[in-house]
């Protein structure tokens, strides 16, 4: 029966599918900080949820993930595959709800002690797995069905806490740095992708992670990261390989769904109708005259006012320039820009934000993670070597993160 209601909902997905594609984009999804959300607009969100759920929609889409994970992980399909499948959980929604859009959860902000995040209070996602159901938030009282029927699990990596993930200040470095598709998709998925699963635990350390709907949130927060990567000049790029060793281009077939990499590659066209609130198109960076800082790095796109990138961009500004050389080459080039403008120099000290702290080692990935999706343990290294590198950069200069 499991095998026929899988077929069944695989039917009805290749349908609704070629429906919205034959539609194009007649509206916009605009996908929200799950924080920014009103008690009325999580209302109707989580409403939808339950009915994903009880018709079948959370089984079918975790039995995709789970017999394409091979395909999907430790290769360059990664973020294609990742958007396609979160477009396809967000059309399946909207079904239930015209209005429904995946929120994001920014995990940068919360990366120093994640389990104290809002996102895990029970009028939102719950918390940790006690005994291992999960008894309080969305999920509270549901049955998933695949592999088999449980409860919503998670277990906590470090008990009734969470390690710590990766900081705001890292994460923009990697995307400063990375001019590859291949080299960008290694620093993101060897670090914050997997912290956050394993820190997480339960059902979102399987093969069949999407049963946690915060599956969701941290995939449309990476791929909120992504968007953002390719508008720094990167909006086509596509390099490396598949799991079969083959290389990845914009026309390569994308796992089970067969759509080309290229339908992926843009916001509001082809099947991607939706966009991130507070990430417009192509950024410019430009230092400006903000209040109180003379010297405020920003980006000519604002963010939101709960958006970790103008804090992070203002208070890296006044780094050493041995520093913003190695890990902030854009903002090197940006302040040096700005010095050639101004007749005065004006000294700045890292320390930008009072009462902020120094950072903190990120968590390493585990032996059986990085078995589990078949990682080269050689590039692994290289990136977990990197991101200690980068603490230890941050700290000597006695740089204060406010996160």
């Given amino acids: ?78 973020f294609p595959w990742h958007r396609r499948f979160l477009r396809d959980f967000e059309e399946i929604g909207q079904r ?21 995040s809002p996102v895990f209070y029970p009028q939102l996602m719950g918390g940790n797995g006690f005994g291992g159901c999960v008894p309080n938030g969305v999920h509270q009282g549901w049955t998933l069905s695949f592999p088999n029927n449980h409860c919503l699990s998670r277990a906590f990596d470090r008990g009734g806490g969470i390690q710590p993930w990766y900081s705001p200040e890292y994460i923009y470095s990697v995307m400063q740095r990375d001019g590859s598709m291949s080299s960008f998709r290694q620093h993101i998925e060897f670090t914050i ?53 083959n290389w990845v281009g914009l026309g390569s077939p994308i796992p089970h769904y067969n ?78 820009m700005m010095k050639q403008r101004n007749t005065t120099r004006t000294t700045m000290s890292p320390n930008i934000s009072s009462g902020g702290q120094m950072l903190v080692p990120p968590t390493k990935l585990t032996d059986s993670w990085i078995n589990m999706h078949r990682f080269d343990r050689s590039s692994v290294n290289k990136v977990m070597q990197e991101a200690q590198e980068f603490v230890s950069d941050m700290n000597s200069v006695n740089y204060l993160s406010p996160f």
């Fill in 259 to 336: 759509d080309e990499v290229a339908s992926t590659m843009q916001l509001g066209v082809n099947r991607m109708c939706f966009q991130y609130a507070g990430v417009g198109g192509a950024r410019a960076m430009s230092f400006s005259v903000s209040g109180r800082n003379e010297n405020r790095l920003s980006l000519v796109s604002v963010p939101p006012a709960n958006s970790t990138s103008s804090t992070t961009e203002a208070n890296l500004a006044g780094l050493p320039d041995h520093i913003l050389r190695k890990w902030f080459p854009r903002l090197a080039k940006a302040k040096e």
């Fill in 1 to 78: 029966m499991q095998i026929l209601s899988l077929l069944i909902h695989v039917l009805l997905s290749q349908l609704l599918i070629a429906l919205s594609a034959a539609q194009g984009c007649s509206s916009i999804a605009v996908r929200r900080d799950i924080l920014s959300l009103s008690p009325g607009e999580w209302d109707r969100i989580a409403n939808v949820l339950r009915r994903m759920n009880n018709e079948g929609w959370f089984q079918y889409l975790s039995y995709i993930h789970n017999a394409e994970f091979g395909n999907i992980h430790g290769n360059d399909m990664f």
């Fill in 193 to 245: 992708h997997g912290s956050v699963h394993l820190g997480i635990g339960g059902d979102m350390s399987t093969y069949w992670s999407p049963n946690d709907f915060i599956f969701m949130l941290h995939h449309a927060n990476l791929d909120r990261l992504w968007q953002q990567w390719q508008n720094w000049g990167h909006q086509m790029t596509m390099d490396g390989r598949d799991s079969r060793g």
């Fill in 96 to 116: 239930y709800d015209g209005g429904f859009a995946v929120p994001y959860w920014d995990v940068l902000r919360d990366y120093r002690n994640p389990a104290g």
